[in-house]
C-alpha cells in the first residue's frame, strides 16, 4: 500500500507569490491534516479535511487556505508568501481523523527568498 | 499559543543503554497520545500510541506510559542502537477535535556506538 505521497519536494519562491502544495493521502483515508514545521515553533497545525469539508482549522492567517477533492487528494495554497512561510509543509492522513495514528508524507519543503 | 512537551532538548546515550523520553502536555480534554520518530529530511514516523483510559502500553523495544494526574507521557525504548538517533515528537490528541494534533518541540536522541 503506498503510503502518503506529497509533491513538490522541494520549492524556491519569492515574496509576494504564491505557492499550491499537494497531497496525496493512503488509499481509503478520508481525513487529511496539513501541518507546518520550522525549526523555531515545531508542528503547528494548519488545518484538516474530511469527505471535502474543513473540519479543523489552526491559528493561521487567511493566506493560507486548503481544499479536498472528491478522492480524498489535497491541496494546500498560500498566497503572497512571506519570508516567515519558509518551512516543511507536512500532510498527513488517517481514515477518520478521530483519535488515531496518523500517517505523514515526507513533506515539502518551501524556501521563499 | 497551544503546545506540549519540552523546548528540543538532547538526550545522548551508549548503544545498548534504555532510553526514557519525557513530555508534558496541558490539555485535561486531551485523551489520544502518540509519539513519532523524524530523522533527517523525512516526515514522522509513527512508534507507539495511547488512549487515556490505559497507563502504559508496549511494542517492540518501546514502552508508553501515561500520567494523566501530571499531565506527563514518556517513550521508554530498550537496548537503544545507532539506528534510534533521531527526533522523537510527543503528540496529543483533544476529544472531538478530528484529526487536529498538538506537538511537543521534541527531543533529540543521540545514539553513541
Known amino acids: 500500500k503506498a503510503g502518503v505521497t506529497q509533491t513538490p519536494r522541494y520549492l524556491i519562491k519569492t515574496r509576494g507569490q504564491q505557492v499550491t502544495l499537494s497531497c496525496s493521502p493512503i488509499s481509503g483515508h478520508r481525513s487529511v491534516s496539513w501541518y507546518q514545521q520550522t525549526p523555531g515553533q515545531g508542528l503547528q497545525f494548519l488545518f484538516e479535511y474530511f469527505s471535502e469539508t474543513q473540519r479543523n482549522k489552526g491559528n493561521f492567517p487567511g493566506r493560507f487556505s486548503g481544499r479536498q477533492f472528491s478522492n480524498s487528494r489535497s491541496e494546500m495554497n498560500v498566497s503572497t508568501l512571506e519570508l516567515g512561510d519558509s518551512a516543511l509543509y507536512l500532510c498527513?492522513?488517517?481514515?477518520?481523523?478521530?483519535?488515531?495514528?496518523?500517517?505523514f508524507g515526507s513533506g515539502t519543503q518551501l524556501s521563499v527568498l | 499559543g497551544e503546545s506540549v512537551g519540552l523546548h528540543l532538548p538532547t538526550l545522548s546515550v551508549q548503544e545498548g543503554d534504555n532510553s526514557i523520553i519525557n513530555c508534558a502536555y496541558s490539555?485535561?480534554?486531551?485523551?489520544?497520545f502518540i509519539w513519532y520518530k523524524q530523522e533527517s529530511g523525512k516526515g514522522p514516523q509513527f512508534i507507539i500510541d495511547i488512549r487515556s483510559n490505559m497507563d502504559k502500553r508496549q511494542g517492540q523495544r518501546v514502552t508508553v506510559l501515561l500520567n494523566k494526574t501530571v499531565k506527563h507521557l514518556s517513550l521508554q525504548i530498550a537496548a537503544t542502537q545507532p539506528g534510534d538517533s533521531a527526533v522523537y515528537l510527543c503528540a496529543e490528541n483533544i476529544q472531538d477535535q478530528g484529526g487536529k494534533l498538538i506537538f511537543g518541540q521534541g527531543t533529540e536522541l543521540s545514539v553513541k556506538p
Open positions: 498527513a492522513s488517517s481514515r477518520t481523523g478521530g483519535n488515531e495514528k496518523l500517517f
Open positions: 490539555n485535561s480534554a486531551s485523551d489520544y
